[in-house]
C-alpha cells in the first residue's frame, strides 16, 4: 500500500506474488513526470510550437486514456521484474532507441532537407534514408526476435493427442 487510497485500504483483495497494485492515482504520478519532460525537451523548439509540444501532448492523451479507462478501485498487474523477458527486453528497446536517435541525428546533420515545403528528396537522399532505417530496424525485430525466443514459455503437452 502506497498510502495514497485509505479508503480503499479494507476493499482490496490479497495479491499474489510477483504482482503489484496500480491505482489511477499511481498512474496519474507516472504520467505527471512524462509529461513534464516531454514539455521542458520541446522548450527550445518554442520557434515553432507545433513540434514542440506534439511530444507532450501524445503523452497527455495516452495519459486520459489510461486512466479513465483503469478501474477506479485499481488492478493487480504482474511487475515488469517478474516478467520473463521484460527487463532485457526494456535495455534492449532503451540501447537499441538511443543509436537510431543518434543516427538519425547524424544524418539529419549529412543530408540537408529540403528548405521549401513544395521540394522532395532526391534519390540519393531516399537512398541513404534507406541504408540507414532498413538495418536498424531489422536489428530492432531481431534483437526482441532473439529476447522473445530465450524467455518463451513451453507450450504445453496437448492431453488428448490431437493436432
Known sequence: MTGFEPELAGDRPAIKPGHIWIT???W???FLVGVLAAGVCGLP???DPRPALSGALVLAALWLFIRWGWPREGLAVRSARKTPGMVPLLIWLTFWGIIGMGGSLLFVGEIPMPEDAGQTWTLKQWLSFAA???PWFAGLLL???RIERR???PRPADPGGLK
Open 151 to 153: 524467455f518463451k514459455k
Open 132 to 134: 540507414f532505417i532498413v
Open 28 to 30: 496519474d504520478a507516472y
Open 45 to 47: 523548439w518554442l520557434i
Open 143 to 145: 534483437g526482441v526476435h
Open 24 to 26: 489511477r492515482r499511481r
